[in-house]
């Protein structure tokens, strides 16, 4: 069994196929890959590791962690064992799909594969005419018409085959693992039923918190919609389909491989932008003048996490405030988020800079200070992460430039005066208007 994004054993086909081939007897191995490793900031590296850690504790410490090429790794310890098939979920990232397909080419065995991390594969929901949805709301009908299996259980009474492998080595990581992951996930649901009213709230730290664990596979998504199914509020409903808000960015970047890095919609490639600079490196260090997008660039930097309604600000104060292309802004994110996923990231910076598929109408520009006094109103998020404006009782920190408050920077630029220039460039490739201000 290879372990890529499933890193557990509750609810993992493909390992329940692998027990069965083998009889009860397996090898589960997971390969350290400097293609994926290299690219993976701190807060990656370390969850990944913790994770490796608790799932080999729960496979009697016989997790095989080796290091290189897959295409190296994979064939020559199945070869060592005489492997009669190796088993994988499918892998529907640009990468992925290449790497995978090396292994098999490389293998002296069959490479099986079953399931994926997703409740519904990309692919699987389509158009009458056979394409993929380009706008989410029809995506998410057809997708629940589609449904999905139930979980399945974990294997009883495995053989692990033990093999020499890398040290884990690496810090403790809270809520790392299946088992921590699980605990979390049930404690979650008695509060899901306000999911839908507090969502957007970074102040009141309400958040489930399972984009990291959906991004190792520390759970299945199919399990957190079997238990939402037994919930029936307007939270739920909402939960449910922010996961398919999820299937459906990985099903865009499974058609196209290319919308990582470049818009899915062609014209923005014409659109003016300013290369990174003084102003880019003020914003990755949360140093802008705004308290909002500053409070949530310093939590991504101290947690590697960084709340949902803010990313959405912070990602707008980039592109359109500062003019600067969002793949910049999309890589750094990659490098400095404990849940990197690549599909979730891209197509979501794409939707904030108008350029995806369904996309945010370009002249929606978030004001900063508007977001910060509407989601943060009693200004307790920003005194968290911004310690230099503690003094600024309730909403009269989300404007310090009001106040006298020296140790904090003013504003790199003048918000209106940016969101008239963005407007401009827009116009420019699009040949109509500005639309209006719908900050």
Not at 280 to 294: E, H, K, M, Q, R
């Amino acid at each position: 069994m290879w372990f890529r994004r499933d890193l557990r054993l509750a609810d993992n086909p493909a390992l329940l196929d692998a027990v069965a081939a083998g009889d009860g007897t397996v090898l589960g191995l997971f390969v350290l890959d400097p293609a994926l490793w290299d690219k993976a900031g701190d807060p990656r590296r370390n969850h990944l590791l913790a994770s490796l850690r608790s799932l080999s504790d729960s496979m009697d410490g016989n997790l095989v962690v080796r290091r290189g090429d897959p295409a190296e790794v994979v064939p020559e310890l199945a070869a060592e064992i005489g492997a009669a098939g190796v088993h994988i979920a499918a892998d529907f990232g640009p990468y992925g799909g290449r790497r995978d397909a090396e292994v098999e080419k490389a293998l002296d065995c069959p490479l099986v594969t079953t399931g994926s991390p997703y409740a519904v594969a990309p692919g699987r929901v389509l158009t009458q005419q056979g394409a993929s949805y380009q706008v989410f709301t029809p995506y998410f009908r057809s997708w629940l018409e589609h449904g999905w299996r139930q979980p399945v259980k974990a294997p009883d009474k495995v053989k692990w085959i033990a093999k020499q492998g890398e040290l884990l080595d690496g810090p403790a990581v809270d809520g790392a693992g299946e088992t921590a992951v699980r605990e979390r996930w049930q404690e979650y649901l008695d509060d899901v039923a306000e999911y839908d009213a507090v969502r957007d709230r970074p102040d009141l730290n309400s958040t489930s918190r399972m984009s990291v664990p959906l991004k190792y596979g520390e759970i299945h998504p199919r399990t957190m919609l079997a238990d939402l199914a037994r919930r029936r509020s307007a939270g739920a409903d909402s939960y449910r389909r922010e996961l398919a808000w999820r299937e459906f960015c990985a099903d865009l970047l499974a058609r196209y491989p290319d919308a990582a890095w470049k818009p899915l919609r062609p014209e923005f490639e014409q659109m003016e932008y300013d290369e990174p600079g003084d102003a880019f490196d003020a914003w990755c260090n949360g140093l802008t003048g705004y308290p909002i997008v500053d409070a949530g660039m310093r939590q991504l930097a101290e947690t590697g996490f960084m709340h949902n309604r803010v990313r959405m600000v912070v990602a707008s104060f980039l592109v359109k405030d500062l003019h600067v292309h969002w793949k910049y802004g999309a890589r750094w994110f990659m490098r400095q988020l404990r849940d990197g996923d690549l599909a979730s990231n891209s197509l979501n910076w794409q939707w904030v800079a108008g350029c995806g598929a369904d996309a945010s109408p370009y002249f929606r520009i978030f004001n900063p200070t508007t977001q910060g006094l509407k989601f943060d109103p009693s200004g307790s998020y920003v005194r968290h992460w911004v310690p230099e404006l503690a003094d600024l009782a309730g909403k009269a920190v989300h404007e310090p430039w009001k106040h006298d408050v020296p140790a904090y920077p003013r504003p790199i630029v003048d918000h209106a005066e940016a969101r008239q220039e963005s407007l401009r460039r827009y116009a420019a490739i699009k040949g109509t208007a500005p639309g209006p201000d719908r900050s």
